[in-house]
């Protein structure tokens, strides 16, 4: 028979053995109060890949002496769901370890809900993509939600220092010398992936021969040359795209040119020069705005070139634009002020047109009353003239309230402040 890779051979049986992911298992976390007060309920572990998800179902199911089986939403059919229910009828209730869950099509999540509304049936569902978005809303109601973090490096280096002195299924009982350089590399560059990293370890193991006196050697060079660098993962159509331009965009709101940067690094990685673009230019209005109005022309100039560039150059005029937007003078004055007004449109608060604000370029206007009294504000020494715009209902609305976070809006306020004064 085949021997199983190292990371399948040295998961925890029991959750005391789950390494990192204190913020589920550590004491008093609901999970782990789960777990010790004997009392399961069906739950969706989520997270990116190698964190432990299925890791961690199997070590719940040691620990309360549950059987479990592993199933997947795609690769498994109703029929196997009906041969894990038998089997939980024969012993009472049984663990179902769901991977790729929010794959579940209605055919099979029908046949489930009853089985886990009664509790014979405990689905431990392992997605990678946010239950939120992906999972049906009936599914979703019955299980409890944990979200699983990237593994530190420092989490990664101690399950690889248990792979090497497990005696049973890792390394323990073979002369192996692993340098600490070595061990940090494997930890550092699976990206947070445990397993990539002991797969690493692995390949490191078996492919270095054993000298003929002393153990086998791992250097930080042979480690480099088992374990291929992992590429930085961003899904254009997952949960975690959305997070990074979130944090882009509220890094520049921030006015943090550095946590900005780092974040228009990881979009200029995955190639994402559309969503870049586009939001970049929603930033220059709706964050910096009239405070300094120069910096959409020139961030919409820095898209433009960035678009013809293309990537690696594009970079460059990105992150020009990313600079002068963090440091630039901010002023959500105007996204706030068109907000009020659709609210209150929304809200039915509409109210007729004063007649004399109604079209009089036709025949017959005159005789409905149309623009008779309007006050054209050129005839006006100052361009001005006090006069009722907004319908009655809405006469002594202001949406608009001005800031002067920036020399061009700060003219702005004085200029509003007084013609309301005079009004």
Known sequence: MKKQPLAYRIRPAVIEDVIGQEQLLGKGELLRRMVDAGHLSSMILYGPPGTGKTSIARAISGTMGIPFRLLNAVMHNKKDMEI???????????IMIMDEVHRLDKTKQDFL?????EGLIIMIGATTANPY????????????????????????KQALIRALEDTKEGYGSQQIQVDDDALDHLSRACGGDARSALNGLEIAI?????????PKHITKQIAEKSIQKKSYQHDKDGDGHYDVLSAFQKSIRGSDVNAALHYLARLIEAGDLVSICRRLLVISYEDIGLASPQAGERTLSAIEAAERLGFPEARIPLANAV???CLSPKSNSGISAIDLALADLREGGIGEIPAYLKDAHYKGAAQLGRGLTYKYPHDFSSGWVKQQYLPDPLKNKRYYTPKKTGKFESALSDIYNNLNQKS
């Open 84 to 94: 894990v229910v038998e089997e939980a009828k024969m012993h009472g209730q049984m």
């Open 113 to 117: 809900l009853p089985h886990l509304e």
């Open 133 to 156: 978005h992906a999972i049906n809303p009936a599914i979703r109601s019955r299980c409890h939600i944990f979200e699983l973090v990237s593994l530190t490096p420092e989490d990664i």
């Open 206 to 214: 078996l492919s270095t021969a054993k000298p003929k006196d002393g």
């Open 323 to 325: 600079i002068e937007l």
